[in-house]
């Protein structure tokens, strides 16, 4: 009886415990219960509008591409990251009782610390439906989130081949050629390019263009205008402008014109913006801008006469301007040294420069090209039928003394037609007026500089060259021996100043360049276009992402190719024929987008 | 009681009523608990799931960010960083592998990832073929890119997972991009309009991650699963 009279009384009071554990259930457990489900969901709502704004601004980035003029690209940009957060939030998404985003909650702006990088903010709110909270008087929660994207401002330079085997298709053969010649791979090339600068931000990127065949022609420089001064396609419309002048003929000068963008990239001087070079080639690179007299040392490439019985004899029958050949006591001083080359190196008046872009008037990137003993040095492609092996000193196509647009077909249809001969007095085997003189061997010359005008070297020192070079000295070597010399020497110091000409330009430390390449074949059976080579220029590690089966293997996989993994990474894009050429363009285009956010 | 006749001591009521209420604790408990059980079970899973879709969300949205800015998720290097955003969701790339590939996808484990690139064919797009060659695609969205890596064979609800933009039957090179996009109608998406409109030219980057929970699996929530697209 004490017991239950014990338990009795220790039981007193829990029917108060159990009352306020029920209570405590329904007015504390249970509430928080529901607090935890309903902040859950709210987590999960804003952790999905979180990525939608994401990629709202990311896609708004984007769209700054498109409009010609900055506020119709603000609008773009709205638009579509109105298009993309619906696309990633769906209004019914979860129970969500409203949304709020709108063209108004985007903004673009220069940021403040780079004016070549426009910020683009999208913001957005919703009311999210309560399931338990409803039951104390909340029925919604406000969630928000803000998504921000940046996109440099693209600095470009195309450079374009415009040779002459970009006039054959496999069938037919029309050199010159231009964009109304249809069917032919400069005309594809021509519309590629333009649908290339409609990817771009008029207004806010700046695109120039260079074209070359053996001479180089800067078109234009970088310009926030390039779609009214290039011409463009897009899906917005089309304009014509340079690229529908571009006329395809002659040969591959690829050093000159890649040293000439390197440059120009350098003198624009946006190191805030994303700087590349876009390549286009359907061959080898042949020519290089040499100069053949060493200032400093006051020397000449040319053959020197030897001592026979205290005179001397022999050598270069090449005269300097008072017409004495070496062994006559010509060449003693600068002073002396011929004008190969007959127009002035003021470039306000160089042919290949567009005379209306003030940028030449002064002392402009290319005032330290020497004048004097300078041009061009084109040789035949591998196997080129009639001048097998051989190669043409001294290009006279560079030498126009007349403000002309060696891009433009003129009125007789050859656009070189105007041009004065080179003229190298008394040079035996090298060009001297009229047409190139080919030969197998250049006995005016002794050796070969080890750098183009531009320091491109032929046998690169900083890394293993991608073709052997025979050297005389610190001087490329003209050997008369060995299977197809001295042509072959020259033909691989050639390709390694092209392949240098691309990797000056990504180890510029103040602008870091970034190269993209596309290379077209189909063209030419002679000197298509080398995968390899073009991979190393455009430091692309990966093998061929366009074609299947794949025309190359990654670089690792391919013997001769090298990536340098501390400089800008671009892309080669292989094209096999002229009618992948305008996909190829585009996969350039995307991903220089990419890189510019 | 000292041996004391028990009768002589009426029992009070309230003892009689607990000598009957004896065990009402133990079936109040077992009350309580056939409620509390399931709710806090509920509320566990209903958690853990909130947690994965939570993650599984950023997960998306962070493989999403790394393909739009140029990896190539047909690397096997690209791959491992997106197991590693994905710890803890079971997504299995399988053994190394060198060089590029699309179609990763014959693993095991709870995970799949699917990146896609696509674009409206319009006019513009379609003058970037070579004159007399016929636009087959013009005015559709075409996948330009393709990537899987992880586990196909997952299922949610007993179905195998699929892409809500469709699976490109086109030529598929080993780096994920389509072949002949604008002339293959096997590189069609008759989806991507249903979720997002472009205009002619314009791309779309677009990841998508299947998990599955299988040890906390509801069958009715979320769908035996969770699944995230975003759009970049």
Redesign the interface.
């Known amino acids: ?1 004490r017991k ?2 014990v ?2 009384t220790r ?1 007193k009071g829990v029917a108060t415990l ?1 009352w306020l554990g029920f209570l405590s259930l329904v007015f504390i457990i249970l509430p928080m ?1 529901g607090l ?2 309903d902040v ?2 709210v ?2 709502i804003r ?2 509008m ?3 704004v ?2 709202a601004a ?2 708004a980035a ?1 769209a700054l591409s ?1 409009g010609a003029t900055l506020a119709s690209q603000e609008t773009s940009a709205q638009n579509n990251a109105v ?2 957060f ?3 939030f769906p209004s019914n998404f979860y129970g969500i009782a409203s949304v709020s985003m709108s063209a108004s909650n985007v903004t673009v702006a220069t940021d403040p610390n780079n004016a070549q990088l426009m910020d683009v903010t999208v913001s957005a709110t919703a009311q999210v439906n309560t399931i338990f909270m409803r039951w104390f008087g909340q029925n919604t929660v406000l969630v928000g989130a803000t998504g921000k994207a940046s996109r440099r401002a693209v600095v470009a330079v195309m450079v374009l081949d415009r040779s002459g085997s970009m006039c054959w298709n496999g069938s037919t053969y029309a050199q010159p050629c231009t964009e109304s010649t ?2 032919l791979p400069c005309a ?1 090339m021509i ?2 390019a333009k ?1 290339f600068t ?2 771009f931000a008029e207004g806010s990127d700046y695109i120039g263009l260079i074209s070359f065949s053996d001479d180089i022609y800067i078109h234009s420089l970088p310009t926030t205008s390039f779609q009214s001064t290039l011409g463009y ?3 917005s419309g089309s304009g014509t402008g340079d690229l529908d002048n571009v006329a395809c003929y002659s040969g591959t000068n690829t050093a000159t014109a890649m040293s000439m963008a390197y440059q120009i990239l350098e003198q624009t001087n946006l190191p805030g913006a994303l700087n590349v070079i876009v390549l286009e080639t359907d061959g080898l690179p042949n020519s290089l801008l040499m100069n053949f007299y060493n200032s400093s040392t006051n020397t000449t490439a040319l053959v020197q006469p030897t001592l026979v019985k205290g005179k001397l004899t022999g050598g270069s029958s090449c005269t300097d301007s008072t017409g004495k050949t070496l062994a006559q006591g010509g060449f003693g001083s600068s002073a002396v040294i011929p004008q190969w080359m007959q127009f002035s190196m003021n470039f306000a008046n160089a042919p290949f420069v567009n005379s209306s872009d003030s940028f030449w008037t002064s002392s402009g990137p290319f005032s330290t090209i020497p004048s004097g003993m300078v041009g061009v040095v084109e040789s035949a492609d591998p196997g080129e039928a009639g001048v097998t092996n051989e190669f043409s000193v001294l290009m006279n196509y560079w030498s126009k003394t007349t403000a002309q647009t060696p891009q433009s077909t003129g009125s007789s249809g050859d656009p070189f037609n105007a041009y004065t001969a080179v003229s190298t007095p008394g040079c035996a085997a090298l060009s001297n007026g009229g047409s190139p003189q080919w030969v197998s061997n250049p006995t005016d010359l002794a050796y070969f500089p080890p750098t183009d005008v531009f320091g491109n070297q032929l046998n690169p020192s900083a890394y293993t060259p991608y073709e052997t070079v025979t050297m005389n000295g610190t001087n490329v070597a003209i050997p008369t021996s060995g299977a197809n010399e001295p042509w072959q020497n020259w033909h691989n110091g050639v390709i390694n100043a092209t392949d240098y000409s691309a990797y000056q330009a990504r180890t510029n430390t103040g602008i870091p360049i970034t190269v993209f390449a596309i290379g077209l074949g189909g063209n030419t059976t002679t000197g298509p276009p080398d995968p390899i080579l073009l991979q190393r220029m455009a430091n692309d590690p ?7 089966p ?1 025309e190359y293997q ?1 670089c690792a996989d391919e013997t001769g190719c090298a990536t340098f993994s501390s400089q800008p990474q671009g892309t080669f894009v292989y094209a096999p024929t ?2 992948n050429l ?2 190829a363009f ?1 996969r350039i285009s ?2 220089v987008l ?2 510019s ?1 | ?1 000292n041996g004391e006749d ?1 009768s002589l ?1 009426p029992i009070p009521i ?2 009689r009523r ?1 000598r009957r209420e004896r065990g009402n604790e133990i079936i ?1 408990f077992a009350l309580l608990l056939s409620l509390l059980a399931p ?1 806090l079970l509920w ?1 566990f899973i ?2 853990m799931n ?2 994965k ?2 993650e599984a ?2 997960v ?2 962070d493989i ?2 790394l393909y ?3 990896v ?1 998720f047909s690397t096997y290097d690209a791959q491992q960083v997106a197991t590693t955003l994905a710890s803890g969701f079971g997504l299995q790339i399988g053994s190394s592998f060198s ?2 590939s699309a179609t990763n996808d014959a693993n095991s484990g709870n995970g799949l990832v699917i990146v896609s690139e696509i674009m409206y064919a ?1 006019s ?1 797009a379609c ?5 007399g ?1 016929t636009c087959t695609n013009e005015n559709k969205y075409v996948f330009l890119q393709r990537i899987y890596f992880g586990n196909s064979s997952l299922t949610f609800n007993g179905n195998t997972v699929a892409s809500a933009l469709g699976t490109p039957a086109a ?5 994920g ?1 389509v ?1 002949n996009y ?1 002339t293959d109608p096997n590189a069609v998406s008759a989806t991507a309009g249903n ?10 980057y677009v990841s998508e991650t299947f998990f599955s929970s299988p040890n906390l699996g509801f069958a009715s929530y979320p769908g035996g699963g969770v699944y ?5």
């Open positions: 009886m239950q009279l338990r009795r039981e159990l219960i935890a489900i859950g969901f987590y999960a952790a999905k979180q990525a939608a994401d990629g990311l896609a984007r498109i298009t993309w619906n696309a990633n249809a069917g594809t519309s590629a649908q409609g990817q396609t897009n899906s990966n093998g061929d992402e366009f074609n299947n794949a990654p002229a009618a305008s996909q585009l995307s991903q990419r890189l956010k | 009681m028990m001591y309230s003892s607990t109040e709710m509320v209903n958690g909130l947690i879709i939570i969300s950023q998306c949205r999403g960010n739009i800015h140029g190539d060089g590029n319009g513009s003058s970037a073929l070579p004159s060659t030529t598929i090179n080993s780096y991009y072949e604008l979720y997002i409109t472009l205009a002619d030219t314009q791309v779309a995230n697209r975003t759009f970049f």
